[in-house]
């Protein structure tokens, strides 16, 4: 199984890290190996899934959406009821528990919609550690609420003002913190990015979401669904709705990238469709960027999807046929995200809202015995206050 | 033999140690560069490095990443440098070391990168996201055209890492003094002395020091132990102060020869 163990994934990957930062991931790769194999830790990490984030969480039968959209039955795998409100604590509590065997006492993380954030500020309450968030100023207006509740938790959020002053930016000061405390900190990565182990690391934890759908669907519908659709930043929901059906060749997969104001504009965040090759945070993979190699501003009214690159997992996927990976535009989005609230009651986040418009594309052109499960990744409240303010503007 | 390995055989001979100095290409722009290279070779430096500035330099501290910002306004790229190279090598021997993150060097092909930097008079590459085992095609290619190709190795590196960074480094290897990014320091960093000489145990090639330093009797201490030293935000900090100040290279020299002693 991939990655190899240079952690490629293909010819995607690797480890491309100032030297000071190897003695760590070393250090986590071991950890986290022994922890596999550590039957005490899988039993810690379920209790604390089932206990405290609420798993398993529910595939839903969006009936209301299936009957308007008048084609293939949709699901949706309800990664928005999960405590914190999105899939993002999957993976730091697998991460915190880690960071405790390590013996580390501090946890750090770079977050984009503060989802990221939020779940790292949670767990280090819940196991007493000390916590740094690093946020993009840029993110830290548009997603006040969750800069709040990072506060609340007990977490300094550092508000980053170099580049793009997103995202991207938030991952270079963190990996600057994490050069310089090495010794003490643990960085909580919240994406399959980065130099390996972490998109290997991060998709384990997250591939329970593509687990658990597997046998729901097989109990309420008998079979395997015909597509997994998810929104793809860095791309962690969807590789843990995907990872797990790698095998299953007739589940299709396709990751929606965003679209920004459309990808003539320049102004989007759709890197697989749109990047190059290129080798950047710690791997090989797709990035946007100049023909000379300076990484460009990515654009996204998602801020969890504002992000110039993408785990080097998805680019194999590309590479290989194995995924197909489309984009909707930031209008687009809203769309979805109106249509669900009001069709099915849920508010999702405007990350999955790039999910959910996708399916309203494709799901009509289907016939009615097809099955498409949406991975529904966060919910939406973060968002409400600024899609409020987009649409009187408009 | 290229540049960098006879200028520490020279050294060597004469009983001295390497100056190395860090400064942004085009900071403030490719003119000013051109004239400071010259500069400090007469105050002093053995081996320039020149920093090729890129979007996103996460090994580095606000000082040098604002001199990249600089840089990139002007649109400042790797041909432009390389460009840059050719023209002093009209004027000096200087031995001359690129330090760029690897996605331009990807971006522009490894291999053409290698031959032209060569072909122009580059004597080796610092790749600061590069670790030896990520380096099989690049070193390679940088054996076949005698570039030197210099490592880091960091205070948490094992000894077993230290022995494959001494193998991967020609030229010499770069030893970053404390754990951080790039950025001068008040201090130096506790047990320096002991892992300089755990390294010159292991290796026989020339280990110099940098990251943090800025004072000359830091350079003092460090120079009892090391083979060399690197100085590079201190000396961009002079060059951000004096922007558009007519004796601004003149001001680069006299802090430079006043460390380098």
Not at chain 1, 78 to 107: C, F, P, S, V, W
Not at chain 1, 161 to 166: I, L
Not at chain 2, 11 to 32: E, H, R, S, V, W
Request: glycine share 10%.
């Amino acid at each position: 199984m991939l990655p190899d163990k240079k952690g490629y994934f293909g010819e995607f990957g690797g480890r491309f890290i100032p030297e000071t930062l190897v003695y760590a991931l070393e250090e986590l790769e071991d950890e986290y190996n022994k922890a596999k194999r550590d039957k005490k830790f899988q039993e810690e990490l379920d209790y604390y899934l089932q206990e405290y984030a609420g798993r398993p969480t529910p595939l839903y039968f969006a009936k209301n959406l299936t009957q308007f959209l008048k084609g293939a039955k949709i699901y949706l795998k309800r990664e928005d009821l999960l405590h914190t409100g999105a899939h993002k604590i999957n993976n730091t509590l697998g991460q915190a528990l880690l960071t405790l065997r390590m013996g580390k006492k501090r946890i750090i993380a770079e977050t984009g919609a503060g989802q990221h954030g939020v779940a790292v500020a949670t767990v280090a309450a819940l196991f007493g550690l000390e916590c740094v968030i690093y946020m993009g100023e840029e993110d830290i207006n548009r997603q006040a609420l969750n800069v709040f509740r990072m506060k609340l938790l007990g977490a300094e959020v550092r508000a980053v003002n170099a580049g793009s002053r997103t995202l991207k930016d938030a991952i270079n000061e963190a990996l600057r913190d994490w050069v310089t405390n090495v010794r003490t900190t643990h960085y909580c990565l919240g994406s399959v990015v980065g130099p390996h182990p972490f998109p290997m690391l991060v998709r384990d934890f997250q591939a329970v979401i593509g687990k658990e759908t597997k046998s729901e669907i097989l109990k309420q519908e008998g079979r395997l669904p015909d597509y997994l659709i998810a929104c793809v930043g860095g791309g962690s929901n969807s590789i843990g709705l995907f990872h797990p059906f790698f095998k299953n060749r007739q589940v299709k997969f396709i990751g929606v990238e965003a679209g920004g104001w459309g990808l003539s504009s320049g102004k989007h965040a759709a890197t697989l469709e749109k990047g190059k090759v290129g080798i950047f945070h710690g791997s090989k993979s797709f990035f946007l960027q100049e023909k000379g190699g300076q990484i460009k501003l990515a654009h996204s009214v998602s801020a969890g999807l504002d992000y110039p690159g993408v785990g080097p997992e998805h680019a194999y996927y590309k590479k290989i046929g194995r995924a197909e990976y489309v984009s909707v535009t930031d209008k687009e989005a809203l769309e979805g995200f109106k249509l669900l609230s009001k069709s099915e009651g849920i508010i999702p986040a405007l990350e999955p809202a790039h999910a959910i418009y996708y399916v309203t594309k494709l799901a009509p052109r289907l016939s009615q015995d097809k099955i498409i499960v949406i991975c529904l990744s966060g919910r939406g409240d973060k968002d409400v206050e600024m899609v409020s303010k987009i649409l009187s503007g408009m | 033999m290229n540049r960098i390995e006879q200028k520490f055989r020279e050294l060597k001979t004469k009983n001295k140690k390497a100056f190395i100095a860090y400064i942004m290409a085009g900071d403030p722009n490719l003119k000013t560069t051109y004239e400071l290279v010259l500069e400090l070779e007469r105050r002093g430096v053995d081996i320039m490095e020149l920093g090729v500035p890129f979007s996103d330099p996460i090994a580095d501290g606000p000082t040098i990443q604002k001199a990249g910002l600089r840089a990139l306004r002007n649109k400042v790229d790797l041909k432009d440098i390389l460009n840059l190279v050719k023209q002093l090598r009209k004027r000096t021997e200087l031995p001359l070391v690129l330090m760029s993150y690897l996605n331009l060097i990807y971006c522009y092909g490894i291999e053409r990168l290698i031959k032209e930097a060569r072909d122009k008079g580059v004597d080796g590459m610092i790749v600061p996201d590069l670790i030896p085992e990520e380096a099989e095609d690049l070193l390679k290619i940088a054996k076949a055209n005698e570039f030197s190709t210099i490592f880091l190795a960091s205070p948490t590196s094992t000894p077993e890492r230290i022995k494959k960074i001494a193998e991967a480094s020609t030229g010499f290897i770069y030893y970053v003094s404390l754990t951080g990014v790039t950025g001068t320091r008040d201090k130096l960093p506790a047990g320096l002395r002991e892992a300089v000489l755990k390294i010159k145990e292991i290796t026989p090639k020339p280990v110099c020091v940098g990251f943090g330093i800025s004072q000359r009797k830091q350079v003092e201490e460090i120079l009892k132990f090391s083979d060399g030293i690197v100085v590079g935000s201190a000396i961009v900090e002079i060059i951000e102060r004096n922007i558009n100040k007519p004796d601004l290279v003149k001001k680069v020299g006299i802090f430079v020869n006043r460390l380098s002693g």
